[in-house]
Structure formats: C-alpha cells, structure tokens
C-alpha cells in the first residue's frame, strides 16, 4: 500500500503564512475530499503535494521517497487543476488536442482510448481554442486529464465547477468506475459538497491554512448532530459537549455537536435531534463561530 506523507508543510507568500505546520498521509486506494472555505490553502496544499510548488519548510514524501523535483516519483502523481484560457494578459491560443497530447508526454501510462473516449462523451470540440472555452469545457479537459493520466494519485481542484447538474453527474459515475477497476486513490478538492459526499470515503476539512479534521466520511456522519428547541433544555442536553454554530431565535437555539467517544445525547431532555449532512458538519466547523465546550 503507497502513501503520500506531508510533515510539517509551511507555505508563506511575502509575510503571509497559507499553511501552518501541516501533517497529512494519504492511503492509496481511498476517494478523499478536501474541503474548506475559499483562501483556506487547498490548493497551495495540492500543489505542494504534488511537486508543482515548493513548501517553505517541511517535506513530503512518497513511499518514503522525497516527491520534489524525483521523476521516479512523479509518474505517479497528477494535479489536474483548472485551465486558464488566459497566458498573462494574452489569451490562450493553445487548442484542446494539442494541450492533451502535451499532457499525454508528461504521464507514462496516459490512456489514450480512454481519453478518446470522455471526448465523446462530454461532446468536447478539440480544435477549439482554450480561449473559447466555457467554463464547464475547461473542467471537462482538466478531468479527461486526471482520468488518462492514471496516476496512482490523482488530485483534482473543483473538477465540476461550471459544469450542469447532468456533466456533474456524469462525472462522479465516472469517479466510481475508474476507482472500482483501478482501485486509484482520487483527492477531491470541491465547494459543491453534497452532491460529493456519497462517494468520498474520507473527507479533510482545511481551514485557515490548517487540517481541522481528517476522518471517514460515514463514521463523521454518524456522530454529528443539530440539537434544538428551548436554550435551557439545548444547554442541560449539551452539557459537557463541544458545541458549533449556535443559533438562536428568541428563547429557542440551535447547535451542532460532533460526539467524542463514548459520549451520547441524553433522552430526558425535550429537544429535536436531527443528524447533519457533510455540507452542515462542514459550516458548523468552519463558520465565523469557533466550537466551544458546554
């Protein structure tokens, strides 16, 4: 089994930290999501883990192999980020195919069938300039990229953005094909969090230049819960507890709750007890309200 390790990654622009002191393994064979809000370091996190951008200090290791600027290690990694139709202030005149068949010299087990193949489908002209793509286009090249590369990891930052509900969903059926033939590890790194959260096994949360959470998918789910009714009533229920995002509407509130083990929520108490989607869990550790303990 490979792993991808981050120890310690520091990432600073000017005098600005993105990333404090990060700590991450990746397990092959697994469909990570990486979430958190715009400006939390995903991508600058990405882009060090897969050598496109050096880390300030810190080291990231494949099979306990450094990943920077080591071909050997390289080949089995792929970043497919989004394309900018733009070259500094120019636009892009590169066409489609010849960006994929440029894409094609940097992975040595491209797959040109089945590249040939998502061109069909997602009914993409590959004599069209980048500069005349639309934004749904341009995912849809970044994702024919990830997919025939087939990388060991694959790493893809908003691979749906712009996309329509029925590309969207394409995309992820494609996502659990490849991963049930290939047993590939996929990072997700995605805003549109429920429409992911059925196949992502395990979920990072990234916020403000830190991993606030790494855990499965499931198991996160199955101990996050929105607590309501009467503040008393929400404050007696929650004692002891490290409570989110209290709400509050005259003499009633709202928490969010994410049980530590061997905690439960008590049943005396007259409160509503509703779990909590991925997106929830999400707003309820990353909104302006840092959790405390009751």
Known sequence: MSELT???????????????GVDLTLESGKIYGLIGRNGAGKTTLLSI????????????????????????????????????PMTGSNANPMKVKEYLRIAATFFPHWDKE???RLIKKFDLDVKKKISKLSK???SMVTIIVAMASKAEFTFLDEPVAGLDVVAREQFYELLVEEFSETGRTFVISTHIIEEASDVLEEVIIVDQGKILLKENTQELLERSFHISGHEDEVDRA?????????????????????LEPGQRIPEQYDVTVQKMSLQKVFVALCGEESGHER
């Not at 494949?62 to 970043?79: I, K, R, S, T, Y």
């Not at 709400?247 to 928490?255: A, D, I, P, W």
Request: aromatic share 6%.
């Open 136 to 138: 749904g286009m341009l």
């Open 49 to 84: 883990l897969t050598s496109q951008n050096p880390a300030t200090s810190g080291t990231v290791t494949f099979d306990g192999q450094p990943v920077w600027e080591n071909p050997a290690v390289l080949e089995h990694l792929c970043f497919a980020r989004e394309l900018n």
């Open 238 to 258: 929650t004692e002891g507890m490290t409570v989110h995002h209290e709400e509050h509407l005259g003499r009633s509130k709202g928490v969010s709750v994410i």
């Open 6 to 20: 981050a120890k310690g990654i520091v990432k600073t622009y000017g005098n600005k930290d993105v990333l404090h």
């Open 114 to 116: 089945m590249a040939d």
